[in-house]
C-alpha cells in the first residue's frame, strides 16, 4: 500500500521534512540503522548489531515495506518503516487491520530532541490514513525502552518468542478520543517515588493500601527494592504501575500484579492507590480496569484476586462493581491502633472478565 505523505514536523532543532523513500535513500538508511544499532552495542544493549543491516536486505524495505525518513535540510535525521501485516512478530495476534511500525532510528546528533516521538506520531497518523491504528514490538527484558513506548501511549498486548528464545513485547497505540478521563499505565520507576510519599500521608494509610510492604514514611531505599527485578512480562513475579491522567499527563496513581503465577494462571492486584486530588471521577476503575485487561489479556492470566479490609467500604463495592467476587474472610488479619480488622479476599476469572470487559 503506497501513502506517499510528506509533511514538517517540529522539534527543538528545527524544522524536519518527512518523505516516503525510495531506493535512492538505501544508503542513508543503511547509515541511520547501523548507527543506531552501533550505540546500543555501546551501550550494552543486543537489541540490533550493526552487522545485521546489509544493502541488499534494505532494498529490500523499498518494496516490501513502507519507508519513511526525516530529512534537516539535506541531512537524514532519523527513519522508519511501516508494514500492514507482520506474523513473524505477532503471531496469533497479527491482524491486517493494523499498521506495524520496525527499524525506527535517530540520528546521534538528534537525539535528545524528541524526534522518535515525533516520528511516531507521525507514524501513528499514517497509519489513521489508511484506515489502521499502529503496532509495534520491542524487546523484553529492557524495562526502559518499554517504559519509553509507554510513555508515548502504547499499551501492552503480550509478550511473544520470535525464534531462538528471543522475547519481544508487542505494543498498541492508544486511540486519542478525546475522552478527558481516558488513563494510561506506565512502569512505575525512581521518576515516581516521590508521587507515592506525597499520597501517603499517614502510617495507617499507607497501611490500609501496600498492607505490610511498605513501611511510613516511605524511602526511596525500600522503593528500590521493591521494584528490583520487576516488569519484565515474561518472567517477573511483579509488574508495577503508574497510572497517567491522559488528558494532563499527571500521574495520579499506582497499582500493581503481584505474585504472578504462569503455571497456574494467576495474580494478585495490589498496592492500589490514587491521587486525593483526582478522586471522585471514576479513574480508580479506570485503572483497575486496564490493570485486569493487562492480566487477562497481555499475559492470558486465568484468576486475578485481591485483598481488602472490611472497613474500605467504598473499595468494596467498586471491587464488586468490577466484577469480583468475594471468597472468603480472614479474621482479625491486620491491627491498625487498638483494633484486628478483616481481610476479604476476592477474585474474578477470565471467562467473567470476557463477559464484563466492555463495559470496563
Not at 523484553?140 to 531462538?164: A, I, P, S, W
Not at 485503572?287 to 468494596?316: C, K, P, Q, Y
Amino acid at each position: 500500500m503506497n501513502l506517499p505523505i510528506t509533511r514538517e514536523i517540529d522539534t527543538p532543532l528545527g524544522s524536519l521534512t518527512v518523505d516516503r523513500a525510495d531506493s535512492s535513500m538505501a544508503g542513508e538508511v543503511l547509515r541511520l540503522l547501523r548507527e543506531a544499532a552501533q550505540w546500543m552495542r555501546d551501550n550494552g544493549l543486543t537489541q540490533w548489531r550493526p552487522e545485521q543491516f546489509k544493502e541488499e536486505d534494505i532494498l529490500t524495505y523499498f518494496s516490501e515495506r513502507e519507508v519513511y525518513v526525516a530529512m534537516k535540510g539535506s541531512e537524514a535525521a532519523g527513519m522508519f518503516t511501516l508494514q500492514f501485516s507482520d506474523p513473524q512478530y505477532w503471531g496469533p495476534r497479527n491482524d491486517e487491520g493494523f499498521a506495524y511500525l520496525h527499524r525506527l532510528a535517530v540520528g546521534l546528533p538528534f537525539r535528545g530532541a524528541g524526534l522518535g516521538g515525533k516520528l511516531m506520531e507521525f507514524a501513528a497518523e499514517t497509519a489513521k490514513m489508511s484506515g489502521r491504528r499502529l503496532r509495534l514490538d520491542t524487546i523484553e527484558h529492557n524495562v526502559k525502552l518499554n517504559r519509553y513506548y509507554q510513555t508515548q501511549g502504547f499499551r501492552y498486548m503480550g509478550t511473544n518468542d520470535v525464534g531462538g528464545g528471543r522475547l519481544v513485547n508487542l505494543y498498541e497505540k492508544m486511540e486519542n478520543t478525546g475522552d478527558n478521563d481516558a488513563v494510561r499505565l506506565q512502569y512505575f520507576d525512581e521518576s515516581d517515588f516521590d508521587c507515592l510519599r506525597r499520597w501517603s500521608v499517614s502510617p495507617e494509610f499507607l497501611k490500609q493500601w501496600a498492607g505490610p510492604s511498605l513501611h511510613f514514611p516511605v524511602q526511596d531505599e525500600e522503593l528500590t527494592k521493591y521494584i528490583a527485578g520487576s516488569n519484565r512480562p515474561a518472567e517477573s513475579e511483579l509488574l508495577a504501575y503508574s497510572a497517567v491522567h491522559v488528558a494532563t499527563g499527571a500521574v495520579i496513581g499506582h497499582i500493581s500484579l503481584a505474585g504472578i503465577d504462569r503455571d497456574n494462571g494467576s495474580a494478585r492486584i495490589g498496592r492500589v492507590v490514587l491521587d486525593p486530588e483526582y478522586r471522585g471521577k471514576g479513574l480508580s476503575r479506570r485503572m483497575m480496569g486496564e490493570a485486569m485487561r493487562i492480566g487477562f489479556e497481555g499475559l492470558e492470566l486465568h484468576r486475578l484476586a485481591l485483598g481488602v479490609f472490611d472497613f474500605n467500604t467504598s473499595a468494596i463495592r467498586a471491587y464488586e462493581a468490577l466484577g469480583f467476587r468475594r471468597e472468603g474472610e480472614q479474621l482479625e488479619a491486620a491491627r491498625f491502633g487498638e483494633r484486628y480488622v478483616n481481610l476479604i479476599d476476592m477474585a474474578m476469572l477470565d471467562r467473567e472478565w470476557h463477559e464484563r470487559k466492555s463495559q470496563l
